[in-house]
């Protein structure tokens, strides 16, 4: 019984690799049979190439860009999270605030970022703050939810134990928020990359977003796949962290999950 | 809802509600504990007028203990609203423990624990807080019958130990007379109180009482008006096209 | 279930009697342009001045007349016009020189069938009060690029010529907007806006510029745009290429001869044409859009071969072999 568990639990892993390497071998085949020339569409073999022999300048590059996701969605954290809490906290926040921060997605970036370079300057700082404002949203309105998907029948047995409304806030509200944040936190991560990269479109001189700029007008396609590549990693890491840090601070959530899903068995 | 209640419990008596769905036996408690506001009547306890939030304690059908706490640190959420110091809190609650079955437990989350240890902790919760007057709104409803009646004996030999002054709503009429001094019916729409029976059965009780023929007696009075008042609110259900 | 599929019953035929209705109105422009070949052209930027003589052979049969109807449109991006241009996906594009060097030494086989324009629009611009009136004025200053190879190799020259090279300014990536970074002093000048289109929008604010022209800095005189097609399409399709070569020949005749009237056409067919910038930049473009002798798209081995080899001095392609066939005057000439 052991033994196909464990086979079982290997061909979870196996399987979605096993999917990968198919279509990254489609790939090279069609590309090697069709003749497919490499401005076009360059070999996966020849995207690994390219990873390797300009590793220094993708990772120099990829370091900016990763300081520009870094900072800006930590900015976005802390504006989402302190937005939220107002939000829920009082009926006139969310009144005024709350049509803001949805108009606030409704501007197009391409439109701001040009603007944006113009009223900060040159540098990190617009793109740092491009980050920030396509993070924030989700983890503000998902944190919301959060803060407002309260048990009511909690509420009241807090109120029985005398409970102020601050502890309210504090000792039920935030900790059912949880799990809501981390799903805003979650998609937030995931978009992260791609807001770095289109502040970096608009006037860059650093960052995997302006090397992708820079190497297309010199038809350096496979160069543009390989900044893509080093790109999808970061953006995968930056997710999987965010789960470490969703497990480690809702242990309780996960136990129960295992748990019950354990039961039906 | 409700019109025209009249409760009196005296310090340390034991006594019950009863009553079909929807008569306001909730709402009751949820004024006696400040939760809401009578339109017309008044509260007294312990010759204060009034019914402020946190005199009495309350505890509902559901446990409401927070999954994201150990049972311990559950159980002195009350304490800690109040100030006390984490610590302080959490060695008072720990001389509990064993008593309401809890022993071994107390750093596990609430999804560990099985229904009825659920409801202990949640009643711990409860008695921390020290009031006189504790109210119980159906706390063994959502346990199957043999955790039940465990949880019935357990709660008479709590209360004759800690000597507080409990009002239970249930459903149930066997518990109603194995664990009270007086019975409250509660009649639906609009609540009134209907019929009020003093329960003379000798204590300490044990649940073999529920066999004996006084018992049953009791039982029977209790069972005839309840049985018309069942009947009457399904013919005005069936006639109004409702469910209750 | 069966209130399901009545609802999908009545939406397929709906959805059947709309599409039938569609393709009866629509049926009737398709037979109109059955005889008409569809070409596409690939524009370099949005709609300007310099594309009056296009609009003007759209809009004056000139096209129809060759037997064409030409969709020109403008391209999400711009730098992708010689790789459709390559793969088949577009018949025509505009672009420049030396993006089309680079291209075909990367394998994109496309080549330059007319000049656009006879010399380079791109130029380094200052704001006269900076007192920037010559490159070696720019040692220490900010220079805002819009982030483009082919920009910083044209100032590295510009500076060389003094003895100066990029090194000794402060390049800075601007994006696209050269003229507001210009005037609001973000950066002391800037480099990739033509002297006769984007200057124009700053002095109509009231700012005076100063410009310093690449060829006459040490650049070899380039063409700063040229339409391009494949070599297969050459190969294969050459009649369709010459019609629309002739086509377009006729229409900046017609620009060249009333350069006012050719904006006025534009902004018919353009309503967003702001005439306040097209009108004084067209009298500033006109000169150059044909050789001395007024041929238009006229194209000098001399100035391709110079302008490879300057590529390769720059470092910025490898050999020049390919310079020769990189252009042709055949269709021109048989435009003639």
Known sequence: MIFLKKAAGLLTWLLPVAILVGLVAAWELWVQLADVPKWQLPAPSAVAKELGSSSSLLWDHALVTLQEIVVGFLAALIAGLVLAGGIAYSRVLERSVYPIVIASQTVPIIAIAPLLLIWVGYGLTPKIIIVALICFYPIAVNTVDGLKATDPDMVNMLRTLGASRWQVFTKLQIPTALPFMFSGIKIGVSVSVIAAVIGEWVGASEGLGYLITYSQPLFLTARVFAAIFVLSVMGIGLFVLAVIAERMMMPWHFNEKRANSMRQF | MLSGVDLTVKEGEFVSIIGPSGCGKSTLLNIIAGLDQPDSGLVELSGNAGAKLGQTGYMQQKDLLLPWRSVLDNTILGLELRGVPRKQAREQAMEFTEAFGLKGFEHQYPYALSGGMRQRASFLRTMLMGQDVVLLDEPFGALDALTRVQMQEWLLQLWESLNKTIVLITHDVDEALLLSDRVYLLSARPGRATLVLDVELPRPRNYYMVTSPEFSALKARLMEPLRSQIQSIKSAGQSAGQTD | ?336
């Open chain 3, 1 to 336: 279930m069966k209130f399901f599929t009545k609802r999908a019953a009545i939406l397929l035929s709906l959805l059947f009697v709309v599409t039938m209705l569609a393709a009866a109105c629509g049926g009737d422009s398709e037979s109109e342009t059955q005889e008409l070949t569809q070409v596409s052209l690939a524009l370099d930027w949005f709609p300007w001045s310099n594309h009056s003589g296009l609009f003007i052979a759209q809009e004056r049969g000139y096209f129809a007349e060759q037997g064409l109807e030409v969709n020109i449109y403008v391209p999400g991006d711009p730098s992708t016009v010689l790789q459709t241009v390559g793969a088949g996906r577009d018949d025509f594009g505009i672009s420049y020189q030396p993006e089309l060097l680079l291209a075909r030494e990367q394998g994109i086989e496309v080549v330059s069938i007319m000049a656009m324009v006879q010399h380079p629009l791109n130029s380094v611009m200052a704001l006269k009060e900076s007192g920037i009136t010559e490159p070696k004025d720019l040692k220490g200053k900010m220079v805002g690029a819009p982030g483009l190879p082919s920009d910083e190799a044209l100032i590295d020259t510009m500076l060389r010529s003094q003895g100066l090279t990029i090194d000794d300014v402060e390049m800075i990536n601007v994006g696209f907007d050269l003229i507001p970074a210009l005037i609001s002093k973000n950066v002391d000048a800037i480099v990739g806006a033509y002297w006769v289109h984007e200057s124009i929008s700053a002095t109509n604010q009231g700012f005076e510029l100063n410009i310093m022209r690449m060829e006459e800095n040490g650049v070899p005189d380039f063409y700063e745009l040229v339409i391009v097609a494949s070599e297969d399409k050459i190969a294969n399709e050459p009649e369709i290429v010459q019609k629309f070569v002739r086509a377009v020949t006729r229409g900046y005749q017609d620009a060249i001869a009333d350069p006012l009237d050719a904006v006025a056409l534009l902004k018919s067919v353009k309503p967003e044409t702001d005439l306040a910038i097209e009108n004084p930049g067209v009298k500033l473009l006109a000169p150059l859009w044909a050789t001395d002798n007024g041929v238009f798209g006229w194209q000098e081995q001399s100035r391709w071969e110079e302008f490879a080899d300057w590529m390769v001095e720059s470092g910025r392609l490898s050999s020049a072999s390919s310079a020769a066939a990189a252009y042709t005057n055949s269709f021109v000439e048989g435009a003639r």
